[in-house]
């Protein structure tokens, strides 16, 4: 029985499904042991919500990482969401050296952007720091968004070509990212996929589900969270990541026909799916 432990670092949005609030419980429903350290506490995410209150947790990481050092606790894989400012980004490196294996894994979701914009409070100062942490990262999950950002390149909200998205790959791997989940790719009307791209051989593979809907917050944390737990089940990354995009679709059908559901996804409704596939033995 495998008995990975993943560290993941990002905010709390108390409402509003995203970041920690799932990657607990989804990681967990793949029966990986989860270590949380919270980046900020919101009252809900700053994306369709306005007047959030925010804390900012930077001041108390390193001493959360130093407990855990003086505890002896080392852990598989860190994996990075959504971050408060630069320093966080910056720590990111302390923690990777301080509370993970030698060959532990970094993955990195930049989690700043979606839709041609970046998320409130960001700017172009915080995308090239970020873009810093995703060349030291063992896998990167960005979205278009996030990757034009990243590498410079015009955003393309529309159908997409192959010449547009293996440049960003290519740009996005000069970065220094090992292996690059790219998400939100389209190539035809209701398809929406993913390319996945592994620098040791350059071998791009996509996988494509049906587009529902018009996207739906949170759907990029519950991607990740999804795709983390079942890399540590053994599973490849492509694997994972198609796993990871058949949950998605999953947890948008539960929702979709809820109208007062606008602010996330029921991920719950997906979750006894994602265990039936990704537990290897219970
Ligand atoms: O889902 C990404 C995310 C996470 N955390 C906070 C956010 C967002 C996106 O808007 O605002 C606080």
Redesign the pocket.
Known sequence: MTNKRVCTL??I?CLGQ??ITVALPIISACGVETIIMPA?V?ST???EFTGYTIRDLSDDLPGIMNHWMKEGQIFDCLYT??LANITQIEFVSELRKNVITEDGLLIVDP?MADNGRL??GFDSEFVSHMAGLCGKADIILPNITEASLMTGMEYVGGLHNTDYIETLINRLSSLGAKKIVLKGIYFEEDKIGVAVYDSDTSDIQYYFTDKIGNGT??T??CYAAAFTGSLMQGYSVYESAKTAADFVVDCIKATIDDKSHWYGVKFEKALPGLVAKVNKQI
């Open positions: 990002q905010d949005s995203c970041s900020a919101l995410h700053t994306g969401g959504y989690a998320y409130a917050h949170g990029g944390d």
